[in-house]
């Protein structure tokens, strides 16, 4: 592994090469800002460690190495691994190596499969996390994947899942969405998990639109709380432990905020509990999880004694 000759230290030489598009996208970014994290040396330092592992087979969250690698090849990779901690996104299986992370993102992709449409050229993942549902959204049929947050931690997570998959369709920028100009590019987008953490929901709502294409598809997943089109929780303080938590819609807000930017053909598709069975800490990602966000005598309220965290997914189109 060498730095990159075009934009980042961490990735390995002869990838990605990216499409034309994306390309001219990437001449628009400034993304000298956010390349900087005092652990980066540290992240870089431990992927130069990972193990030159032949792959005989990739299977998008799976990496299949030859049978009879070496023992101390895999202890190596489990070292460099654990050096990349906290892993929140997943589950991945490394070789042998079961990376159980604290999210079980397969649950929520086997809630929106059937809403991401077959012949997607372009699709948009917006605040990714290590890249969990890109893998998938190649799955699905897309045919390039960028995937956007502004988490080096997970950008370097990502680098170490190339290391072995080595697909020249996706790509990680480590940029927060609206570092990006309006492309009007994407087919499909996602925000799952991220308009909760925003200011400005509206923004937000506008800068997914601002990179979708005529007639494309958003999938968005959020916090929401039950009621009518005039209930929105703003948090006093934190909500289930968290700080950067703004605005929780109701299903019928939420709709009428997509209304209001612009968004036609809108359905909410799922709504439902998040579990402690979905969100749990694990050896891979650190002490604490949604558990302890919870109230102890009533698991549907959180500790700060608002309603426990209630996620609905909808989805929009740009006309």
């Not at 390995?12 to 034309?20: R, V």
């Not at 006093?236 to 432990?241: G, L």
């Amino acid at each position: 592994m060498s730095a990159s000759p075009n934009r980042f230290p961490w990735q390995f030489d002869g990838w990605p090469a990216e499409s034309p598009e994306l390309k001219r996208l990437a001449e628009q970014v400034d993304f000298e800002p956010w390349l900087r994290h005092g652990n980066l040396p540290r992240w870089v330092a431990a992927l130069q460690q990972l193990p030159d592992l032949p792959v005989d087979s990739f299977e998008l969250t799976r990496w299949v190495g030859p049978r009879g690698t070496a023992a101390y090849d895999e202890a190596q990779l489990i070292s460099v691994l654990e050096q990349l901690k906290p892993w929140r996104k997943g589950p991945y299986q490394f070789f042998e190596t079961s990376l159980d992370t604290e999210w079980r993102s397969d649950l929520k992709w086997n809630r929106i499969q059937e809403h991401v449409p077959a012949g997607v050229n372009h699709a948009l993942d917006v605040g990714c996390g290590s890249g969990y549902h890109m893998w998938r959204l190649l799955q699905a049929g897309c045919q390039n994947v960028l995937g956007v947050d502004p988490s080096i931690l997970f950008a370097v997570q990502f680098a170490a899942l190339q290391r072995y998959a080595k697909d020249k369709r996706i790509e990680f920028w480590p940029i927060p969405l609206e570092a990006l100009d309006a492309s009007e590019h994407f087919d499909l987008v996602l925000s799952m998990g991220v308009l909760y953490h925003r200011r400005s929901p509206i923004d937000h709502l506008t800068q997914l639109k601002d990179q979708m294409s005529s007639g494309g598809r958003l999938i968005l997943e959020t916090l929401v709380i039950e009621g009518d089109d005039q209930q929105i929780l703003v948090p006093n303080d934190r909500y289930a432990r968290m700080r950067n938590c703004w605005f929780v819609p109701s299903v019928r807000a939420l709709t009428r905020w997509l209304e209001r930017c612009g968004f036609s053909q809108i359905e909410c598709v799922d709504v439902n509990w998040t579990e402690p069975t979905e969100q749990r800490a694990t050896r891979w990602s650190g002490p604490q999880s949604l558990i302890d966000a919870l109230d102890p005598n009533d698991l549907r309220r959180t500790v700060e004694g608002h309603p426990a965290p209630l996620r609905a997914t909808l989805v929009a189109h740009k006309p």
